[in-house]
């Protein structure tokens, strides 16, 4: 098995050229296609993990898998009623972000944010929606808006 | 009705016609109605001829719910991510009247601009198959000749993509419908009949949609 490590630019140059092909096809609903994206590392990595169906244990859960998968330096959140402000520090796929911002196209997808949402909304059984994102110095701010409850489907 | 019309003109006129009709009376849709709405449909262009569009029929009551549900909720979340990101204000910035964007904001942020579909007496659910070239192209052309022989047949329908656009909700979709892995689900086409006329929307002048040789040019000329 070939062991090497495949380089981060080559991995981030493809996810931009994917995103934009995305972007150019779809505009500003493709963000609306990508909020699975991740789904697969979160089943293996996070789901394990995720025992407490508490909000803070499971952003914590999330946080924890992100660091010690070497995804991101670090996240912080701010919890205020039902919006949650993320500050990630040190993304893997940053570069992805700035490239978007130099062709003038808005950040419109975050795995880390994905897998919060997942997260949240499986064990909470509460709806989240990815607002915004936004490519700052210190970091991506993200803000997430947590719902009460799905809407019955009964 | 005494008025005549060419061809053309009665073709312009269901176009110009055609309204997002979200409220319906309770009278039911008839078997003849859906049928001419479904031929319609099926004659519409399609790459290589693929034909990739299916409908899925829903009336019964308990269905309709649940998808309306499907559809407020995903209303609901995107249009709350929009108002706190103040998106939605900029949006509504020309409107004045405090009351009227108000009932604005709280009618897209609960997702009643979408749930509605589970008050209408027939819903049809566009499917398309994926593994043809033209999908959302063939179906997209299938949904407006449906919504031009609704208007012609003086029902009322609305387009909602509200419970397929994100990925999410589309999957809630498939698993209450039984949609196959190989389909997507497009839209779902609310039909019955209006409650009231509508107003036409706004459309843009057609003086800064139509160029002439390259884009930029004007097509039309600005009247002196």
């Not at chain 2, 009231?196 to 097509?219: D, M, N, S």
């Amino acid at each position: 098995m070939n062991t090497k490590l495949i380089p981060l630019d080559y991995v981030n140059n493809l996810v931009y050229e994917l995103e934009k092909a995305f972007w150019d096809e779809r505009g500003r609903g493709a963000r609306f296609r990508m909020t699975t994206v991740g789904r697969e590392f979160y089943t293996e990595k996070v789901v394990p993990l995720l025992h407490s169906p508490d909000l803070e244990e499971i952003l914590k859960t999330v946080r924890d898998v992100l660091q010690n998968e070497g995804i991101v330096g670090s996240v912080v959140y701010e919890q205020e009623d039902r919006l949650l402000r993320i500050r990630v520090e040190g993304c893997l796929h940053r570069k992805v972000e700035e490239k978007m911002a130099a062709h003038g196209i808005e950040p419109w997808t975050c795995v880390p944010a994905n897998l919060i949402v997942l997260a949240i909304e499986e064990k909470l059984a509460r709806p989240v929606e990815l607002a915004e994102i936004k490519v700052a110095e210190d970091g991506c701010h993200l803000l997430l808006v947590i719902f009460d409850h799905h809407p019955s489907l009964a | 009705m005494s008025e005549t019309y060419t061809l053309a003109e009665a073709t312009l006129k269901v176009i110009q016609d055609r309204r997002s009709v979200r409220e319906f009376t309770a009278d039911p849709v008839s078997e003849q109605e859906l049928d001419m709405i479904l031929e319609a449909a099926q004659q519409a262009p399609s790459g290589e001829n693929a034909q990739p569009w299916r409908f899925i029929i829903v009336k019964g009551e308990a269905l309709r719910k649940k998808m309306g549900a499907v559809a407020g909720g995903g209303s609901g979340r995107r249009f709350t991510a929009e108002f706190v990101t103040k998106k939605m204000q900029e949006r509504f910035s020309n409107l004045q009247d405090e009351a009227k964007r108000k009932a604005a904001f709280e009618k897209l942020t609960s997702g009643q601009v979408s749930a509605f579909m589970a008050e209408a007496p027939v819903n049809i659910v566009v499917c398309g198959k994926k593994d043809v070239w033209d999908t959302p192209f063939d179906t997209s052309a299938a949904i407006e000749n449906i919504l031009l022989m609704v208007t012609a047949l003086g029902l009322g329908a609305c387009w909602v993509i509200a419970p397929c656009i994100d990925i999410r909700d589309e999957e809630r979709m498939k698993a209450l419908l039984g949609i196959p892995e190989e389909y997507k689900a497009i839209s779902v086409i609310s039909v019955g009949h209006q409650t009231r006329v509508h107003r036409p929307r706004p459309r843009l002048p057609i003086q800064e949609l139509v160029f002439t040789e390259k884009w930029g040019e004007a097509y039309y000329k600005e009247q002196a």
